[in-house]
């Protein structure tokens, strides 16, 4: 993925401190951003959160490598429309090869 230069060098020193690949560091900052959204969804729901924090804290996203690739095992809140993030990545990365 083509990110600005700028924003580029700080994911890059980031994942150097961290000591993690530039992608794994991205895909961690997906997966908390996953978890982060989960929990607003606990906090909004009075009547559900209980059963939803028990769901969220046995469910903490997960990262590995399965054979050679990268695997994020994570709860998507139910309003998530993985087509269209992978449509909002994919126009993106066209835009990111035209300006090149």
């Known amino acids: 993925m083509k990110f600005p230069p700028q924003f580029q060098q700080n994911i890059e020193k980031w994942a150097r401190i961290q000591g993690v690949s530039t992608e794994q560091f991205i895909w ?20 559900e959160q209980s059963e939803l924090t028990n769901k ?3 469910n903490q996203a997960k990262i590995y490598r399965k054979e050679g690739i990268l ?18 990545l994919r126009e993106e990365r066209i835009q990111d090869h035209k300006a090149l």
């Not at 695997?71 to 449509?87: C, K, M, Q, R, T």
């Open 28 to 47: 961690q900052a997906i997966a908390e951003k996953i978890d982060s959204l989960n929990q607003k969804v606990v906090e909004n729901s009075s009547e």
């Open 56 to 58: 969220s804290q046995s």
């Open 71 to 88: 695997v994020i095992d994570a709860e998507l809140p139910e309003s998530f429309d993985l087509n269209s993030f992978i449509n909002e």
